[in-house]
Structure formats: structure tokens, C-alpha cells
């Protein structure tokens, strides 16, 4: 324990380390999914832009710019934590581990804050907080890769609050930690890409149905307020009845389905609500 550096020494050599690893999590995947709308958006897949609305520069700048501010509020909240586990005051993963435990721990984390962000973004809507903790995220109408992180200072906290709560329930191999960051961010990014990027049929399918979209959640920014909660799954909000009814039809209309001209929703919209 002697060899372990005291709370403040330790923020002030780790926080810039903390926080360029952080940033570079978000500008990669931002990066890597706003690249792959660009590129596709030269292709047929253009017919795949969700909204008619087109993000503006000062979309841009707000979400970049709040993206930063979180990073930072990240590195404030987790750091003490680190510390924690650092100095061996909260329990960490002992032992070897193979693919079966590997995946054993990333698929009940995902379970996990697949949960917990469909009830705490369900709860920020509420009138009472939505002005507080969500209303600078809606602020976005119309979603891009570079929204993923563009939280207010409440709600930044409430985002970084899962990890210290799971890592302390829960001690989980470092490898499982980095894969399951890694997959949030490049979710997150595709979540708010305004292009739909799964294939024809993904909404109805038996299985994959599960999942959620781009469209699911492109939704929600565009004014569905009361649908679509969900990150990773769609199954909270058929479980609880906040699914979108339209969003099965919107998803076959973005993606070019017979079933989505069909069901007559509109061609586009910057409004999903009143589709």
C-alpha cells in the first residue's frame, strides 16, 4: 500500500491521461461512423437519410464543444474511482478467464446498462428533470455521429454514474472493461448517425427486431419524445409500451421496403411524431 500515490497526487498525474484516452474514444467513433455516413451518403444508400433537415454549423459546435465538457465531467467522476480500486479499497477481477466467462461478462454488462440508460433516460423526460438534465441534448434535432456525448452537466453525471456502480457490484475483467466502452461509444455514435445503416427487414425481423436502429432512436430526436427510450435493445420499450407504433414503418420506408410505402408514412420527415 505504501507504493500506492495519495488521491490528489494520483488525480493530478492521471487526469490528462484519463481524459486524452476518453476524448479519443469519442472523436474515433464519432469519426469513424460520421466517415461511413459521408461515404454512403455518395451512394444509393443516400435514400437512407432519415430526416430532410440537415444538421447545422451550429448543431456542429454545440455538440462538440458539450462533448468536450463531458469528457471532462467523465475524468472528474471516474477518477476517484480508479483511485479506489487502485489503491485496493474496492474489489477487482482475480484470475484467468477464457471466451465463455469473456463473453459471460460483456453480454450481462450491455444487459446491464442497456437497462439502465432505457430508466434513467426515461426518467430525465419527466417535466420535472427534463429541463435540467436533457433538455441541451434535444437541443439536437437532427442527430449526427458527434452528438454522442453532447450531454448537459446533470446528465453527463448520470451517463458516467453506471460504471463506478457496476464495477463496484460487480469486479470485471479489464479486457471485458475496454470491449464494452469500445462498443458503447461506436453504438452511441451509430445510434445518432441521421443515416439508417442496418439492413432491409432488421425492425421485423424475429430476432434481430431486438436490436435497435438508427431509425429507432433518430425518432426520438426528431420529436417523439415519449418513444424509443431504449440504447443497445428495443425490448424495454415493447415491454413497457414505448415503442414508437410508427417505427416499423418508418424503418421499412428509410430503408426502401414495399411494406414502408405500403403503411403510407411520409417519404421524409423532420417531425417522426407526427408521422
Known amino acids: 500500500m505504501s507504493d500506492i500515490p495519495t488521491l490528489g ?20 467513433a464519432a469519426s469513424l461512423v460520421a466517415g461511413t455516413v459521408w461515404l454512403l451518403s455518395k451512394t444509393s444508400w443516400a435514400s437512407r437519410k432519415i430526416q430532410t433537415r440537415e444538421a447545422t454549423r451550429a448543431d456542429f459546435k454545440r455538440e462538440f464543444t458539450s462533448s468536450i465538457r463531458t469528457v471532462a465531467i467523465y475524468v472528474i467522476a471516474m477518477l476517484p474511482v480508479i ?3 487502485t489503491a485496493g479499497y474496492l474489489p477487482t477481477y482475480q484470475g484467468e478467464y477464457g471466451w465463455g466467462t469473456y463473453a459471460l461478462y460483456l ?12 430508466w434513467t433516460h426515461r426518467a430525465m423526460h419527466h417535466p420535472r428533470l427534463f429541463k435540467t438534465f436533457h433538455l441541451h441534448h434535444h437541443k439536437t434535432i437532427t442527430p449526427t455521429a458527434w452528438t454522442a456525448y453532447s450531454f448537459d452537466i446533470g446528465e453527463a453525471f448520470v451517463m458516467v454514474a ?8 460487480v469486479p ?3 479486457g471485458v472493461i475496454f470491449t464494452f466502452l469500445a462498443v458503447m461509444i461506436i453504438r452511441n455514435a451509430m445510434g445518432h448517425a441521421g443515416l439508417e445503416l442496418h ?21 426520438h430526436h426528431g420529436g417523439s419524445f415519449k418513444h424509443n427510450f431504449g440504447f443497445y435493445f428495443t425490448f424495454w420499450d415493447k415491454l413497457m409500451g414505448t415503442e414508437h407504433p410508427n417505427y416499423v414503418a418508418t424503418f421499412n420506408r428509410v430503408t426502401g421496403t414495399k411494406e414502408g410505402a405500403a403503411a403510407g408514412v411520409p417519404a421524409k420527415t423532420e417531425n417522426p411524431q407526427a408521422a
Do not use: C, Q
Open 9 to 28: 497526487t494520483f488525480l493530478a498525474e492521471a487526469a490528462p491521461h484519463i481524459f486524452v484516452l476518453d476524448f479519443s474514444r469519442y472523436m474515433i
Open 83 to 85: 483511485w479506489l480500486f
Open 107 to 118: 453480454a450481462a454488462i450491455i444487459l446491464a446498462h442497456d437497462a439502465y440508460f432505457y
Open 162 to 169: 453506471f460504471m463506478p456502480i457496476w464495477l463496484t457490484l
Open 172 to 174: 470485471t475483467p479489464n
Open 199 to 219: 439492413p432491409r427487414g432488421w425492425a421485423s425481423h424475429p430476432v434481430l427486431k431486438w436490436i435497435s436502429t438508427t431509425t429507432h432512436h433518430d425518432m
